[in-house]
């Protein structure tokens, strides 16, 4: 670690606010497929697991072509803890530290959601006054809620989680994700606990 990565270090560790618990990543098919894409993500496990328990990577895609492959490359990747991969052809709830969903947008999930329970209505298993935020969370495939989502190269989230992470502390870098290092992760952790949570109040 760097003089400067240390000096971050340093900062975050004595801050008064909490890191992080759940920290969530976005980006894109075209980022993968730079030079060294998937070392700079197992570095970023790596980084993020010194402060946080669980981790989300959203991979937006142009080409569903591409999510095979890309499903593959990220099964295999260097990861320090369990690894769950997701695609909008598996829509099963995702329950591991490191979970990642390639080309399976908000709208998406949240539309399996509300249809599966429409389905349970009519089925006679639920009734409409039952169905309530936790019971759509409960039919979310990533029903686990980030505290801070890290955004590389523009200021947009792609569809990203609209449900959970309506409450998550944004952090927009101009960064690619191919120049990302350990720096601007912790920059972006600083950042969060700087910030006064708020929930919406």
């Known amino acids: 670690m760097g003089l400067y990565e240390r000096y ?59 999510i ?9 990747v260097d990861a320090p803890r369990e690894v769950a991969v997701r695609t909008p052809e598996d829509p099963s709830q995702a329950d591991a530290p490191i979970q990642i969903g390639i080309g399976l947008g908000g709208k998406h999930e949240f539309t399996s ?10 089925a006679g298993e639920l009734e409409p006054d039952e169905i309530d935020d936790e019971r759509v969370e409960d039919h979310l495939v990533f029903p686990s809620e980030p505290d801070l989502v890290i955004k ?11 449900w959970q992470s309506v409450y998550s502390e944004l952090y927009f870098t101009d960064v690619n994700w191919r120049d990302f290092r350990k720096r601007d992760f912790l920059r972006a952790v600083r950042e969060y606990c700087n910030r006064s949570r708020r929930f919406g109040r």
């Open 113 to 122: 959601a509300v249809r599966t329970l429409a389905e349970s209505v009519e």
């Open 8 to 66: 971050l270090s340093v900062r975050i560790g004595r801050h008064d606010a909490d890191s992080p618990d759940h920290v969530a990543l976005v980006i894109t098919e075209r980022d993968l497929l730079e030079r060294g894409a998937y070392e700079t993500l197992s570095a970023f496990f790596d980084w993020a697991f010194e402060y946080a328990d669980r981790v989300t990577v959203y991979v937006s895609v142009l080409d569903a072509a591409a």
């Open 68 to 76: 095979p492959a890309l499903r593959r490359e990220l099964e295999a």
């Open 152 to 162: 590389t190269g523009a200021e947009r989230l792609s569809d990203f989680m609209i």
